[in-house]
């Protein structure tokens, strides 16, 4: 089935992971080993999680790599498929 402008997996982060714990951006990252700009900026919507974030988030019991690979590639997709494309032609099978 097909979401409708699914939400940045950052802001599932920040709304199912940060803000129920009371958790800030900072203790999140150094418990993932890595700088509070660069989980701000997947928090705010400004980057995509990476693999290795993925990993790190499942390493941290915050669900599958997969989960957090399949909400980004569902992310990406609908904004390709939302915004503006040159004209394709389709190719046909010979």
Do not use: C, F
């Not at 390709?80 to 032609?89: G, V, Y």
Request: hydrophobic share 45%; glycine share 6%; no cysteine.
């Amino acid at each position: 089935m097909k979401m409708h402008n699914p939400p940045h997996p950052g802001e599932l982060l920040r709304e199912g992971v940060l803000k129920p714990m009371n958790m800030k951006v900072a203790d999140l990252a150094r418990r993932l080993g890595m700088s509070r700009v660069s989980l701000s900026r997947v928090v705010n919507g400004h980057a995509a999680i990476s693999s290795d974030l993925a990993v790190r988030l499942e390493r941290a019991g915050l669900s599958t790599a997969r989960v957090w690979m399949g909400l980004q590639a569902d992310y990406d997709l609908w904004q390709a498929e939302n915004r503006e494309q040159p004209h394709i032609e389709r190719i046909e099978a010979a």
